[in-house]
């Protein structure tokens, strides 16, 4: 379960920490418009805008959870059982091992510096 915390000083519900999720990005299709949350009430969804709620703080909830589905952090020296799709430098190959170094809340991985990204890719850890 994933909550989200209110920070608009104007809503009825500034400061409440509530069970919801981030349920559509970018509302207006611009690349730089507000995500759309829900949350639940008293048995209600409300819906709020991404400058309407802490955004860091669900963040931070998927980044653990990403983690621990991963079984690892970054610098963690890894071996890639499954890649999923991503991207890739030329002439980087999936076989032998990698250097986890930077994983993100909604899933990417990347490896090697940049040199490949992952989306939700299963490792087995060399050395941590």
């Known amino acids: 379960m994933t909550t989200v915390i209110i920070t608009d000083e104007a809503h009825e519900l500034f400061g409440k920490e509530l069970s919801g999720h981030l349920c559509y990005y970018d509302i207006n299709h611009t690349g730089s ?7 639940k009430w008293q048995g209600n969804i409300v819906r709020l805008l991404s400058t309407q709620v802490n955004v860091k703080h669900y963040e931070g ?4 959870k990403e983690m621990a589905r991963l079984g690892a952090n970054v ?29 993100t809340e909604c899933g990417h991985v990347e490896f090697d510096h940049g040199k490949a990204f992952c989306f939700r890719p299963v490792v087995r850890i060399v050395s941590a």
């Open 33 to 39: 418009s507000p995500d759309l949350f829900q949350v």
């Open 61 to 64: 909830q998927n980044l653990v």
């Open 75 to 103: 610098g963690d020296v890894v071996e890639i059982v499954e890649i999923g799709s991503g991207s890739f430098s030329s002439g980087w190959i999936k076989s032998g091992k990698h250097v986890i170094s930077k994983i």
